[in-house]
């Protein structure tokens, strides 16, 4: 069969992991990227993107979203974030519930954003599984997952406490939300146990779907996305992970400034956000956008999130824009949309950065990403052309199903 191959030529390429290539090419075969730099040659039969005076960047990676999950103007039939039944639900995947023709993936493409990490929500203490995959490109969701499983999110604070509170059963505060995922990680700890014993003895061991998944969490499988905005609950948060040993992230991290020397020290990543939202409930009276640049200057490995659909994905990248406006460095926010988020949950060995090996997923940019008015002009997603703007007509087209 002969390769599919895309040059991207004559552009700012800007791998983000590396320095700056002026008029550099990046050369992608068969989905996966093989040369960048600035003297590649182009193979003959190459399809040809013309990037001069246009930056070529990776696509940027949502490390905090609940796209398809909760589908856009659907209302309750198309929300799908959780299952709110008990407060322990980690055996919930959310490749299950996800709808790749919500209008939110063809928003992403709009702003560069070629892969998203889809999560339950936080009205349970453990809410499920998140799926790693890409924005566009399958027909079915199956041929768009990057990672089927990549972490187990989990929430403290407000939302769980409000959730069982209101039916008067436990968690209904802090206290109840802290036990409830101790429990569960202590029942998981003697059900390895006892199952590693049945199997080493060669008998036979009823499968819990449940304690699975939270001992592949222990087992450092997947990583705990921990949804916390105050101090007291990150606090809470780094103690648990403590007890048991699980890979942390921290999700908002609105008051992680507070601790932002104690994480860094653990090298404990938030994902930060979202920022284009009012201060709509108690944990989020000390919201800023301002910081994000200082838990970054502590040493904290951050990303960004839109928390989609609380702020519209395509916005992902202007969350990153207020973000230098308010001290982040532009070379750490291009960190945050790319490397950083691909490097802290797994997903480096396809996505984040313009390397060979990875993904070709590369979005050309009229300018500077960072500057409002620059766009996503070319967005490919490994090798394949998904979204393109015509300036002239001022139209974006997405590449829909029948042309997939």
């Known amino acids: 069969m002969t390769p599919s191959v895309v040059a991207v030529t004559g552009g700012r390429v800007v791998p983000v992991s590396s320095e700056p290539i002026e008029g550099g090419t990046v050369l992608v075969v068969d989905g996966r990227i093989t040369a960048v730099g600035a003297d590649v040659p182009v193979p003959e039969g190459a399809r040809v993107i013309d990037a001069t005076g ?3 960047l990776p696509g940027f990676v949502e490390a905090h979203g609940h796209v398809g999950l909760h589908e856009e103007s659907e209302g309750a039939a198309g929300n799908d974030t959780n299952e709110m039944v008990r407060p322990n639900t980690a055996a919930v995947r959310a490749i299950d519930g996800v709808n790749i023709d ?5 928003d992403a493409l709009v702003g560069g954003v070629t892969s998203v990490v889809v999560k339950p929500g936080s009205g349970n203490p453990i809410g499920g599984q998140s799926v790693a995959m890409k924005t566009w490109g399958g027909r079915i969701l199956d041929e768009q997952v990057i990672r089927e499983s990549v972490s187990v999110k989990s929430a403290l604070g407000e939302n769980p406490k409000r959730v069982y509170g209101e039916r008067k059963q436990l968690p209904s505060t802090r206290l109840g939300t802290a036990l409830v995922i101790r429990e569960a990680f202590t029942a998981a700890q003697h059900y390895r146990a006892a199952r590693d014993a049945a199997a080493a003895e060669g008998k036979p061991f009823a499968v819990d779907l449940t304690h699975e998944v939270l001992v592949r ?15 007291d609950d990150i606090a809470t948060a780094l103690r648990l992970a403590d007890e048991f040993g699980y890979k ?26 979202p920022m284009f939202t009012s201060r709509s409930k108690v944990e989020l009276r000390d919201r800023s956008i301002s910081h994000l640049a200082t838990i970054a200057a502590a040493g904290v490995r951050v990303a960004i999130t839109t928390d989609h659909p609380v702020v519209p994905i395509n916005f992902l990248v202007h969350q990153a824009t207020l973000a230098v406006k308010e001290g982040l460095p532009p070379q750490t926010a291009l960190e945050a949309l790319t490397t950083n988020p691909a490097a802290f949950l797994g997903l480096d060995d396809r996505v984040g950065a313009l390397e060979v090996g990875r993904d070709g997923d590369v979005v050309v940019w009229s300018g500077d990403p960072l500057d409002v008015h620059s766009r996503a002009e070319h967005v490919l997603i490994e090798g394949r052309t998904v979204y393109t703007w015509d300036d002239e007509a001022r139209v974006g087209t997405v590449v829909e199903r029948a042309g997939r």
């Open 217 to 231: 969490v222990l087992d450092g499988e997947l990583y705990w996305d921990q949804h916390t905005h105050r101090h």
């Open 102 to 106: 919500d209008e939110g993936f063809r």
């Open 54 to 56: 246009r930056w070529v």
């Open 248 to 273: 942390l992230v921290i999700n908002h991290g609105t008051e992680a400034h507070k601790l932002a020397d104690v994480l860094a020290e653990r090298d404990v990543p938030v994902i930060f956000g």
